[in-house]
């Protein structure tokens, strides 16, 4: 079993920048995808970014060239760095790994994005 903990989520102003973490624990070993998800209130959850073991990456078109996803397979940690941050990305974030076939998810981080 996988164990996620996010944490940096919080209220920035437009235009400003917060960086978010996930930190996985338990059997590691197997963890092939991570990816963060974003659910604002009213809406369905949905795809930021993913990034394999290998370091490949991808990201949705809405915060393309703006957030940037990043691993570190040493430390079991996935990052999102989120920049020129806009009232829309207000959402609870959510950190996901898929350990074989099977997907684990941590508690989510709320990120508000208001003047």
């Known amino acids: 079993q996988v164990q996620l903990v996010e944490s940096g989520g919080g209220l920035v102003q437009p235009g400003g920048s917060l960086r978010l973490s996930c930190v996985a624990s338990g059997n590691i070993f197997g963890i092939n995808l991570m990816a963060w998800y974003r659910q604002a209130p009213g809406k369905q959850r949905e795809l930021v970014a993913t990034?394999?073991?290998?370091?490949?990456?991808n990201y949705a078109d809405s915060v393309k060239g703006r957030f940037t996803i990043s691993r570190d397979n040493a430390k079991n940690t996935v990052s999102l760095q989120m920049n020129s941050l806009k009232p829309e990305d207000t959402a609870v974030y959510y950190c996901?790994?898929?350990?074989?076939?099977?997907?684990?998810w941590g508690q989510g981080t709320q990120v508000t994005v208001s003047s």
């Open positions: 996901q790994a898929m350990h074989l076939l099977q997907g684990y």
């Open positions: 990034c394999s073991r290998d370091g490949s990456t």
